[in-house]
């Protein structure tokens, strides 16, 4: 090792895991920022991105970070749905399009990206197609409200009958960072078959989730799961490293002869 790297600061080391300690003790956010919109390792760009709070950094991030990886990662804990239009407005990357249109719920948004020419042609379909993707949730909260119980059950029967399971899975899922999406792929789940394994993977996906909320209706959910296949999917989860402590969590709270032998294996 050269004199120079020796005084060189640790967040310019050419050793990433060096890097990837000095963004740990990092409290600076514009150096985070820098970090996560330029480090050529994707995990100090991640761990980067999860310590930026400054909503403007992360709006700078997700416009012109070089890599798509940190730029989806700063949409994911942008608050303002206002900013993420703005985003799509000016950038035209199709995944980080909708990885703003995922957290879009506000109707008036949606309907003026649907028809201001400004926006371009993909954006614009995105969000007419959003549109009527929400229409299922707000089904699935109307009848969800519902105070007989029993009448909610068959009503939401009949919305998973109408627009087809896996169609429906699909569509809530795009509103992942909405916690009314996560309690409708609940009542998804609960009624089996084939959609429910697809409402697991995208349940799965919102344990991932920045909002913490999110991340807890997500695991409130897939806690209730009792179909012995499900649990298998689940068990299958756990060799995700991401997903490895979560899943754990709730293979815990599973009353299950199958969650017991895993949790048992990992305890």
Same mark, same amino acid.
Do not use: W
């Given at each position: 090792?050269g004199l ?5 600061p640790? *967040?310019?080391?050419?050793n990433p ?6 963004v740990m003790? #990092? $409290? ?17 760009? !991640?761990?980067?991105?999860?310590k930026?709070t400054?909503q403007q950094l992360?709006y700078?991030i997700?416009?012109?970070?070089k890599?798509?990886?940190?730029? /989806?990662?700063?949409v994911e804990q942008?608050?303002s &749905?206002?900013?993420?239009a703005?985003?799509i !407005?000016?950038r035209k990357n199709?995944?980080l399009?909708?990885?703003c249109? @995922? ?7 949606l309907q003026?990206i649907? *028809?201001?020419?400004e *926006?371009?042609m @993909?954006a614009?379909? %995105?969000?007419i197609?959003q549109f009527?993707d929400?229409?299922?949730?707000? $089904?699935f909260?109307?009848k969800?409200?519902?105070n007989k ?8 029967d009949?919305i /998973?009958?109408?627009?087809g399971g896996a169609?429906?899975v699909?569509a ?7 916690? @009314?999406a996560?309690?409708a792929?609940?009542?998804?789940l !609960?009624r089996g078959g084939?959609a429910a394994?697809?409402?697991v993977?995208?349940? $799965? ?12 209706e #997500?695991?409130?959910?897939l #806690?209730?799961?009792?179909d012995?296949d499900?649990?298998? &999917? %689940?068990?299958?989860?756990?060799q ?9 969590g709730?293979?815990k &709270?599973i ?8 949790v048992? !294996?990992?305890s």
């Amino acid at each position: 090792m050269g004199l120079f790297e020796i005084f060189k600061p640790a *967040y310019k080391s050419q050793n990433p895991e060096v890097r990837l300690e000095a963004v740990m003790a #990092a $409290a600076d956010q514009n150096l985070l920022a820098e970090l996560a919109a330029n480090d050529p390792s994707p995990r100090v760009r !991640k761990a980067a991105v999860l310590k930026v709070t400054d909503q403007q950094l992360l709006y700078n991030i997700a416009l012109d970070g070089k890599e798509i990886d940190a730029r /989806i990662a700063a949409v994911e804990q942008i608050e303002s &749905q206002e900013k993420l239009a703005e985003i799509i !407005k000016i950038r035209k990357n199709f995944q980080l399009m909708g990885a703003c249109f @995922s957290k879009i719920t506000d109707k008036n948004i949606l309907q003026k990206i649907a *028809y201001d020419t400004e *926006y371009n042609m @993909s954006a614009r379909r %995105l969000a007419i197609e959003q549109f009527a993707d929400e229409a299922y949730l707000d $089904a699935f909260e109307e009848k969800s409200s519902s105070n007989k119980e029993s009448k909610s059950k068959e009503e939401i029967d009949a919305i /998973i009958n109408k627009y087809g399971g896996a169609e429906l899975v699909h569509a809530l899922g795009k509103f992942r960072g909405s916690k @009314s999406a996560m309690q409708a792929l609940g009542e998804v789940l !609960k009624r089996g078959g084939s959609a429910a394994h697809s409402a697991v993977e995208q349940l $799965a996906k919102g344990l991932l989730h920045a909002n913490p909320e999110i991340e807890q209706e #997500a695991a409130k959910q897939l #806690a209730a799961v009792k179909d012995a296949d499900l649990i298998t &999917q %689940l068990v299958r989860m756990i060799q995700n490293k991401e997903l490895h402590d979560k899943i754990l969590g709730i293979l815990k &709270q599973i009353d299950h002869d199958d969650a017991r032998e895993i949790v048992n !294996k990992y305890s």
